[in-house]
C-alpha cells in the first residue's frame, strides 16, 4: 500500500479487496450499492468507501455516510472536510482535511498493468506535452503519459467540487520533476472563485508495486 504524500493535517487511507474492512458500509451506503449494475461496481465503492470512513476516522466522522451526487458522480463528503477517494483493480484510497485547513484535495490510482494506447495522447496531452514524450524512449513516453493522464485527474478532483468548473485534459500542462517525484501544472482555463488563468501549483506521484498514485491539495 502507498504511504500518505500528504502533511499530517490530512489523513490518508490506501487499502484493497484482501484486506477486511474495520468499518461496514453504513445502511444509506448499502441502499446505494443496491443500486449499481454490476459486482465490480459494487466492490469498488465498497472498499473506496471502506477507506473513505478510514480517513474521516482521525476526524471522529466515520459514522457519516459518503453518498454520490447523481449529477457529478463526485463523493458527498461532510461539510466540515475536503476529501477524495480513488480505486484501480484491486486497490483503493482515500484522503481527507478539514476545510479550515485544505481548499481542495485531489487523488487518483491508476494501474501500470492496464495497456495503454499512445494515440490517447492526441487527447490528454497539450502540444509541449505531446512534443516531450515524443522525444523519450517508447516505455518512458508511456510511463510518462500515464502520469500526465492521472495528474490530471487528481486535478480535476482537487479542484471540481469548491469551482463546479469542468476541466478537460487540455486545460491543464503538467511538467513531471523526476528527481522530486512531483508534477507541476498550468492552468489555461479559471476556476470560477478558486484559480485565475495561468494558475500554477504543483503536485507529487508515487510509484509502487506497478500502481501510480498522483496527489494534489490546495
Keep these: 500500500m502507498f504511504p500518505s504524500p500528504f502533511p499530517e493535517y490530512i ?23 443496491s443500486t449499481l449494475g454490476s459486482t465490480k461496481r459494487q466492490a469498488e465503492f465498497s472498499l473506496g468507501r471502506n477507506c473513505a470512513h478510514q480517513a474521516l476516522a482521525k476526524f471522529k466522522l466515520e459514522s457519516e455516510p459518503i453518498l454520490r451526487n447523481a449529477e457529478t458522480r463526485e463523493p ?8 477524495s477517494i480513488t480505486h484501480s483493480g484491486e486497490i483503493a ?4 482535511g478539514w476545510t479550515k485547513d485544505i ?5 487518483d490510482l491508476e494501474s501500470f498493468s492496464r495497456e495503454i494506447d499512445f494515440n490517447i495522447s ?23 503519459l500515464r502520469i500526465i493522464f492521472s495528474a490530471k485527474e487528481s486535478i480535476f478532483k482537487c479542484l ?13 500542462k503538467i511538467t513531471i520533476n523526476e528527481d522530486n517525484a512531483e508534477f507541476s501544472f498550468v492552468l489555461s482555463k479559471a476556476c470560477s472563485g478558486i484559480t485565475k488563468v495561468g494558475f500554477q501549483h504543483s503536485g507529487k506521484f508515487s510509484i509502487k508495486d506497478n500502481m501510480l498514485l498522483t496527489s494534489i491539495f490546495i
Aim: aromatic share 12%; with cysteine.
Design 76 to 83: 458527498c463528503w461532510p461539510k466540515s472536510v475536503r476529501g
Design 103 to 107: 481548499s481542495g484535495i485531489g487523488i
Design 122 to 144: 492526441r487527447h490528454v496531452c497539450v502540444e509541449t506535452e505531446l512534443i516531450r514524450l515524443k522525444s523519450l524512449p517508447a516505455e518512458q513516453a508511456k510511463r510518462d
Design 93 to 96: 484510497a482515500a484522503a481527507v
Design 160 to 172: 471540481f467540487p469548491i469551482s463546479q468548473t469542468y476541466l478537460y485534459f487540455k486545460d491543464a
Design 11 to 33: 489523513n490518508f487511507f490506501c487499502s484493497d479487496l484482501a484486506t477486511p474492512p474495520v468499518f461496514p458500509l453504513l445502511p444509506e451506503e448499502k441502499k446505494f450499492l
